[in-house]
């Protein structure tokens, strides 16, 4: 399993930007699918974006497309969310996870096994 460590949240006013970054250790982070989640107050958890194993296919939440780009340094363990044209909407709590067995999104939240700690961006208006 591979460990998981979020950094890069903040505050933030609205039409500016943020990097997030993920930091993986344990298992070779090559063979993970890796995905960025959201979770607002009060409600569920949501798919943002994803990013296959090699980096060559990515995936986006119809609300975020154009905005948020994900991307991946495989020699570095490290996957990345570019966030751009913030708004108040985006505030939440940012998570990063891994998996090996499929492109982690909404449908995969309950078998994802691997989180990170989460990354809080709030987003002013």
């Known amino acids: 399993q591979v460990q998981l460590v979020e950094s890069g949240g903040g505050l933030v006013q609205a039409g500016g930007s943020l990097r997030l970054s993920c930091a993986a250790s344990?298992?070779?982070?090559?063979?993970?699918?890796m995905g960025w989640f959201r979770q607002a107050p009060g409600k569920e958890r949501d798919f943002v974006a994803a990013i296959s194993w090699t980096g060559g296919t990515t995936y986006y939440a119809d609300s975020v497309k154009g905005r948020f780009t994900i991307s991946r340094d495989n020699a570095k363990n490290t996957v990345f969310l570019q966030m751009n044209s913030l708004k108040p909407e985006d505030t939440a709590v940012y998570y990063c996870a891994a998996d090996q067995f499929a492109i982690p999104d909404k449908d995969r939240i309950p078998d994802i096994t691997s989180w990170g700690q989460g990354t809080l961006v709030t987003v002013s208006s």
């Open positions: 344990g298992r070779a982070f090559s063979t993970y699918a």
